[in-house]
């Protein structure tokens, strides 16, 4: 009997300790959904900030949008490669970048010139624009860039592109809290 007086006594108890930890719980977890500059810039870096803002400036493009790019195809790393074989920074097909070469005046393109930083945002922003202009919206023109021209104009979009618009959306925010000074902003 004195075990069942002190559970019904406890009861109530507990359902208040409960509910503080939880409300306690809620309010620490606020911390963590706004994390200060620093984390951000140590968890997302920003290599090549000229290079990003000067080709951004020069194609009517968001510099947040450009290095959130950049961030989800390469981390920054221009010797990236990817198993369909697009290489660098933006993450360029070697035939989409050779399109770009001719398009813009270049004249002897070679498949190396996307390990250097300068030329691989240099094609990846003016194609960024012209997927842009083609399209009419970011999303749009970000499924476009990671899964291909012929889906987006058929209407297909796959789970992974849709994830991959996702992640470049929020990624731009994350480079404009982080690095908005920087970036022009």
């Known amino acids: 009997r004195l075990r069942q007086e002190r559970r019904a006594a406890s009861g109530p108890v507990t359902r208040a300790v409960s509910l503080l930890l939880l409300v306690a719980g809620i309010a620490g977890a606020g911390v963590f959904l706004t994390e200060p500059d620093w984390y951000l810039r140590a968890r997302y870096p920003l290599r090549y900030e000229h290079i990003v803002v000067g080709h951004a400036e020069n194609y009517r493009l968001d510099p947040a949008l450009v290095a959130a790019v950049i961030y989800q195809e390469s981390r920054f790393k221009p010797e990236a490669r990817s198993e369909a074989g697009a290489i ?49 919206t970011e999303e749009q023109a970000l499924a476009a860039y990671n899964g291909g021209q012929g889906n987006v104009d058929r209407g297909v979009m796959y789970p992974e592109t849709r994830h991959y618009v996702d992640r470049v959306l929020e990624l731009r925010g994350i480079y404009r809290e982080a690095y908005g000074s920087q970036l022009g902003e």
């Open 88 to 136: 660098g920074l933006m993450q360029l097909l070697p035939e989409t970048a050779k399109g770009i070469a001719a398009r813009t005046g270049g004249s002897a393109f070679r498949v190396e010139d996307l390990d250097d930083p300068e030329i691989n945002v240099r094609y990846g922003s003016w194609y960024l624009r012209h997927l842009l202009d083609k399209y009419g």
